[in-house]
């Protein structure tokens, strides 16, 4: 069964603080791995996309990495607008529709 | 530009009761989705369409039915609403099956 897991669940940081989420997945083979933001009463908001192991992509003060396991999320110097909750999602090769959605770290940013 | 509109933003229901869900994109894409998100389960996917005409169950179709009017709009609809059903349901839409997803606001329902 594929498996997204997320973490730490919460995360709190002083406005400067740089830290990484984590995502670790189980699946039989990985076609894509997507990272969203979602903030309070509102959709998630698409962030990256990654495709194969080694791969980085950035925007502003995040940048997201992939391994043959994980994915990280690194802030750098985050502000409180960064605060939100962050959701990684994979898709499975050879099962193009669904994407497996982990439960979301929560961050809060501190100013 | 509006993205994915859903409406409505917020419903209760009873037991039983039935209800459509609209949701509408103008990017022109051609794939659609339904997810539902409950506390600690993160986002499931509960129908999709791969492109007009085609629609698809998901992980947790039971107790929906959808249906993709046009290249624009795909709805949700509750027969026989139930308290299990009480959630959040986000539409969004792809420009295909292998490309990024686009969310709405989503439609906060509470089945009482």
């Known amino acids: 069964e594929d498996q997204v897991t997320q973490s730490p669940e919460a995360l709190r940081l002083q406005e400067g603080e740089s830290s990484s989420l984590n995502c670790s997945y189980t699946v039989s083979g990985l076609r894509g791995l997507f990272w969203y933001r979602q903030d309070p009463g509102k959709g998630p908001e698409f962030l990256f996309t990654l495709y194969s192991a080694g791969e980085e992509k950035e925007k502003e003060r995040l940048k997201a990495t992939l391994t043959k396991k994980e994915s990280f999320l690194h802030i750098t110097a985050p502000k409180p607008e960064d605060s939100a909750t962050y959701l990684c999602?994979?898709?499975?090769?050879?099962?193009?529709?669904?994407?497996?959605f982990g439960s979301g770290t929560q961050l809060t940013v501190l100013p | 530009n509006a993205g994915v509109t859903q409406t409505p933003k917020f419903q209760v229901l009873k037991t039983g009761q039935s209800m459509t869900l609209q949701c509408a994109q103008d990017m022109n894409h051609n794939s659609m989705y339904w997810y539902r998100q409950d506390p600690g389960m993160g986002l499931r996917l509960i129908y999709y369409s791969a492109s007009e005409g085609t629609t698809d169950k998901g992980e947790v179709p039971n107790g929906y039915n959808v249906s993709r009017l046009n290249k624009r709009e795909f709805s949700l609809r509750l027969e026989s609403a139930a308290p299990s059903q009480t959630s959040v349901y986000f539409c969004?839409?792809?420009?295909?099956?292998?490309?990024?997803?686009?969310f709405g606001q989503g439609t906060r329902l509470t089945v009482v």
């Open positions: 999602a994979v898709q499975v090769a050879g099962s193009a529709r669904q994407l497996t």
């Open positions: 969004a839409s792809s420009e295909n099956l292998n490309t990024e997803a686009f």
